[in-house]
């Protein structure tokens, strides 16, 4: 490997090499791009003389955590991809109460390494999702409402800049830096290692779900959208929409995380809602709960994805939200899944200029997602996504950066960080990123270009 450093412990992959196709595979079949060189780093110093031989060779630099950005940002065509997966360890400090994970664990291995100790904090929902790139975004999950955003949970970060140089920012130490990293993706180098506060959540779980055909869920999704106002901390409230056999089903419910006895306290008012076609109620440990929507083999589709924050939830909204884009509830082919996720609680408790993730108000983040699997139907499911999501787009303000479709470009970014937020991104890019290396993202621009 020809570099500047002498010292090198990972490994170079080029195409044909075995393992490069493994590599440059990401959680979207649409992507097939072929990067010149994958560089799987076993150490910090590996990510460091990876980011000093791109630049060298003037390669662009993508970087792969778990690879579950739909948009495919890690994989550049002709470039230099840094993979963080044999980066993966984790280390937790039980009577600390804090985590040492590097970048490129799954938050599967956080959750296992923690819960032994009836420990977590919020990591996703999903246990084969990057760590590093769930938290550099902001990080929901179904311990945001009790204890924030896994970003408020980060306590420092070890990052290689666009020299290949090695920091650390804390609120202590580059502070400006952890508000940076704290929301703001990507953008300003590598980070290879996290150190997170943990939480005493326990193990257990609570899991409610009711169907309810389309046609009877107004009242129901009203009546859901009030609950959610008064409910306890430890009650994340979901909906969604989806195409059945039987029709279009609305699904209202809640995840509670903690003593299931006290999330039964909520079950007779969802009842309450309406009769409807199908309950279930389980009680998973908070692993199972984390692996729940994991998928089998997710690699294979192609998709494509809508997204807002939602500050409100009318009724037209809640009509919008069952029609999917479609003309009526049982017209339009191919329409996108569509669901929403409660935000509020502990989120909402930290002050919007404290981190550059935004929008601490929203009351739901909604998203529009299609997956398929043939190459001929790729329009009219982008299309259909890209239609559920115009239908929000009244009640929108905001969204979640690590939900921007890859097609959004700066409009995406303007839509993810309000413009006071933005400018002071942009100041903290030409600090750390002058010459924008690290722009295979939603990217945030220096001031030179």
């Given at each position: 490997m020809t570099t500047t450093s002498p010292h090198f412990d990972g490994r170079l992959l080029t195409p044909g090499s075995p393992g490069y196709d493994a590599?440059?595979?990401?959680?979207?079949?649409m992507i097939d791009r072929r990067p010149r060189m994958i560089v799987q780093a076993a150490s910090v110093t590996d990510v460091a003389v990876a980011v000093r031989l791109a630049r060298?060779?003037?390669?662009?630099?993508?970087?792969?955590s778990g690879g579950h950005n739909v948009a495919g940002l890690a994989v550049p065509a002709d470039g230099l991809m840094i993979d963080l997966t044999p980066l993966n360890g984790v280390r937790v400090d039980p009577v600390r109460r804090r985590a040492r994970v590097q970048g490129g664990a799954l938050l599967g291995a956080l959750d296992r390494a923690s819960q032994p100790y009836g420990l977590a904090t919020t990591a996703g929902n999903v246990s084969h999702t990057g760590v590093g790139g769930l938290t550099l975004g902001g990080g929901m999950g179904w311990l945001a409402r009790q204890h924030g955003l896994a970003c408020d949970n980060v306590i420092s970060y070890t990052m290689v800049t666009a020299d290949g140089q090695v920091v650390t920012a804390s609120r202590s130490e580059n502070p400006d830096l952890h508000w940076g990293l704290r929301g703001g993706g990507g953008n300003f180098g590598i980070v290879t290692d996290f150190e997170f506060h943990l939480h005493h959540t326990g193990t257990q779980t609570l899991v409610a779900e009711f169907d309810f055909r389309a046609e009877d869920a107004v009242p129901?999704?009203?009546?859901?959208?009030?609950?959610?106002?008064v409910a306890p901390r430890q009650a994340t409230f979901t909906a969604d929409v989806q195409s059945t056999a039987r029709g279009p089903v609305a699904t209202v419910g809640f995840v509670w995380v903690g003593e299931p006895a006290q999330g039964h306290r909520l079950l007779p008012a969802m009842r309450a809602l309406g009769r409807p076609v199908a309950e279930r109620v389980t009680t998973p440990s908070y692993l199972e709960l984390q692996q729940r929507d994991d998928t089998v083999g997710g690699h294979a589709y192609r998709r494509y994805s809508s997204a807002h924050y939602l500050r409100r939830f009318p009724t037209a909204a809640i009509e919008a939200f069952l029609l999917r884009g479609a003309s009526d509830l049982h017209t339009g082919a191919h329409l996108a899944n569509v669901g929403l996720q409660a935000h509020g609680g502990a989120i909402a408790d930290v002050a919007d200029a404290d981190a550059a993730f935004s929008y601490r108000g929203t009351m739901f983040e909604f998203g529009a997602g299609s997956r398929w699997t043939e190459p001929s139907e790729d329009d009219v499911r982008m299309a259909a996504a890209r239609s559920a999501g115009a239908a929000l787009d009244p009640y929108a303000d905001g969204v979640?950066?690590?939900?921007?479709?890859?097609?959004?470009?700066q409009h995406g970014v303007r839509r993810a960080y309000p413009a006071a937020k933005l400018a002071r991104l942009t100041a903290l890019k030409t600090i750390w990123d002058p010459h924008n290396v690290f722009h295979l993202n939603h990217n945030i621009r220096p001031h030179s270009q």
């Open positions: 590599a440059r595979t990401v959680w979207n079949a060298e060779l003037d390669l662009e630099i993508g970087v792969r129901v999704l009203e009546g859901w959208r009030d609950l959610n106002a979640y950066v690590n939900s921007l479709a890859a097609d959004e470009g």
